[in-house]
């Protein structure tokens, strides 16, 4: 009867006082002080709330039903559907929301749904994986600052992806404890960053610019591989979709000396395993050297010329040890001509494998 006296008093009340009563209502039945044999007419007169013209109204249920557990379902997810402010009383604190309810509302949710499933007190692994595909930078940035989101390393990996060039979320993503491929993705944009910049343009010519930010790059992937627990497989793959296993890098790592990194990638490339790669750099006969290169992608020209660079490696280390190579390394400058040798080398075989797919393709 009071139910019903409640529906009869809400139909000519004013709006603030079917706010009152809404919130009042809400705030009973989660605190149980309704009878378990009115708790099915409580639940009715609350769906009938969901249909007032006043969003005042609907935004005073939600408020008093957004911390309960006990929340009917159905209406909490009708709020989390209503007008802004509404839905996001609701998608930011109720627990009653699963998983499956906030990728279902964030696919075709607003900006501001994204946001608030961003700022939720806990964001489960589901949860942010789904963000990250869907959402702009503000709410990535948010997501990050969250210390209750639970950010698996795919959706570290996504948002390297789409939001590298975007420099709050990389300062972000550079803090945390993020895949290698990812972290290096990001310093390839930083570097693209600061050779853009004013500054930079303005200081060094364009030639220094181009020098200085492949320099930096370099140092930075062989850094992050040296601090790798994989032995940077996953940055060597990264390195090979970006095409920057160029000879020109793999000589820099052979002239600094950066034979473990080296071999991993030789054996990645080629399937040979690490201890024969080893063994054939450090002994092997030029032919053999040449046959690994060429197993590894490279054209013959190349790897003929890279196979004689590392019988000039072997030849100006009178030690095993790095620094030993490195004290000797450009004495007779025969180290820098192959390397240039090989850079030309490699552009013009890339020139030729873009013609050729041009001319197939016009055929």
Known sequence: MIIEAFLRWMKDARVADRSKAANALGR?????????????AAELAMTYVLDDPSPKVRLALAQALVASERAPRHIILSLAQDQAEISSTILLGSPCLTDADLIDIMVTGTNQTHAMIALRRTVSAPVSAALVEVCRDYDAALLLQNPGANIPVIAF????????????????????????????????????????????????????????????????????????????????????????????????????GELPFLCAIFAELS????????????DGRMQAVQNLLITCGMSEIIAADFAHTVILWRQARPSATASHMTDRRSSPGQL????????????????????????????
């Open 28 to 40: 009973a039945y989660v605190q149980s002080a309704i009878k378990p044999i009115d708790e099915q």
């Open 157 to 256: 990996r996504r948002l390297a992806e789409r939001f590298a060039t975007h420099a709050q979320i990389r300062e972000l993503l550079l803090d945390r404890a993020i895949p290698e491929d990812a972290r290096l993705r990001l310093v390839d944009a930083l570097s693209q960053s600061l050779a853009q910049s004013t500054f930079i343009q303005n200081v060094l010519a364009p030639g220094a610019i181009s020098h200085v930010m492949t320099t930096a790059t370099d140092d930075a992937v062989i850094c992050l591989q040296q601090s790798a627990s994989q032995r940077g497989s996953t940055i060597i793959q990264y390195l090979h979709v970006q095409r920057r296993l160029t000879p020109a890098f793999l000589m820099t790592l052979l002239h600094r």
């Open 271 to 282: 399937g040979t395993s690490n201890k024969r790669v080893r063994s054939i750099l450090a």
């Open 336 to 363: 820098e001509r192959l390397a240039e040798r090989l850079e030309i080398a490699d552009k013009r075989s890339d020139a030729r494998g873009y013609a050729a797919r041009q001319i197939n393709a016009a055929a």
